[in-house]
T-cell receptor, first 117, second 110 residues
Framework: GAVVSQHPSRVICKSGTSVKIECRSLDFQATTMFWYRQFPKQSLMLMATSNEGSKATYEQGVEKDKFLINHASLTLSTLTVTSAHPEDSSFYIC?????????????FGEGSWLTVV | DAKTTQPPSMDCAEGRAANLPCNHSTISGNEYVYWYRQIHSQGPQYIIHGLKNNETNEMASLIITEDRKSSTLILPHATLRDTAVYYCIVKGAGSYQLTFGKGTKLSVIP
């Protein structure tokens, strides 16, 4: 299957600072990428849908000015958590829609643990 | 996308087949059944998907009932590494968003 990679896998930042998480599709071009957040013992919650070259579409209740998403190329999407607070601490996961023969399947990255202290 | 119902947890003895059920009684004709699993502290892993026919790959088999209102994921010889939360998701062919329920927590026991 296709490979999606996230970086960093773990990050600790101070309250009030910003942190960027990268999501790359390694062996395919992803026109659409998705960002999820998962709190402990809960299921994944979709935050936003990101299309290459256009603005992201955010789910209801997700602040677009706090969670900045950029999808500048067909293999890279970034999520920036701005002015992070301890309640933003969570597991952030990206996924990408495959292209061509992979087009019907969504592949996930390994996830990024964010801890805000 | 149609909603799915899964048991919250299941146990399976190591080496035995694990059969994970999923109900999707409101599934429509163009919606696929997808299965993913999430091992602790990792991103979800794609397992298999199907529309009408039963499917098999190197990881698992997917059995879909004739009326498509339910399906079963079969791990033929469960190992300890198969311990994970398994998600059954129904998705339309033109939709690329996945809505995750609570899934089934499968515990493979030595």
């Amino acid at each position: 299957g296709a490979v999606v990679s996230q970086h960093p896998s773990r990050v600790i930042c101070k309250s009030g600072t910003s942190v960027k998480i990268e999501c790359r599709s390694l062996d395919f071009q992803a026109t659409t990428m998705f960002w999820y957040r998962q709190f402990p013992k809960q299921s994944l919650m979709l935050m936003a849908t990101s299309n290459e070259g256009s603005k992201a579409t955010y789910e209801q209740g997700v602040e677009k000015d706090k969670f900045l998403i950029n999808h500048a190329s067909l293999t890279l999407s970034t999520l920036t958590v701005t002015s992070a607070h301890p309640e933003d601490s969570s597991f952030y996961i990206c996924s990408a829609r495959g292209a061509g023969a992979l087009g019907n399947t969504i592949y996930f990255g390994e996830g990024s643990w964010l801890t805000v202290v | 996308d149609a909603k799915t119902t899964q048991p919250p947890s299941m146990d399976c003895a190591e080496g035995r087949a694990a059969n994970l059920p999923c109900n999707h009684s409101t599934i429509s004709g163009n919606e696929y059944v997808y299965w993913y699993r999430q091992i602790h502290s990792q991103g979800p892993q794609y397992i298999i998907h199907g529309l009408k026919n039963n499917e098999t790959n190197e990881m698992a088999s997917l059995i879909i009932t004739e009326d498509r209102k339910s399906s079963t994921l079969i791990l033929p010889h469960a190992t300890l590494r198969d311990t994970a939360v398994y998600y059954c998701i129904v998705k339309g062919a033109g939709s690329y968003q996945l809505t995750f329920g609570k899934g089934t927590k499968l515990s493979v026991i030595p």
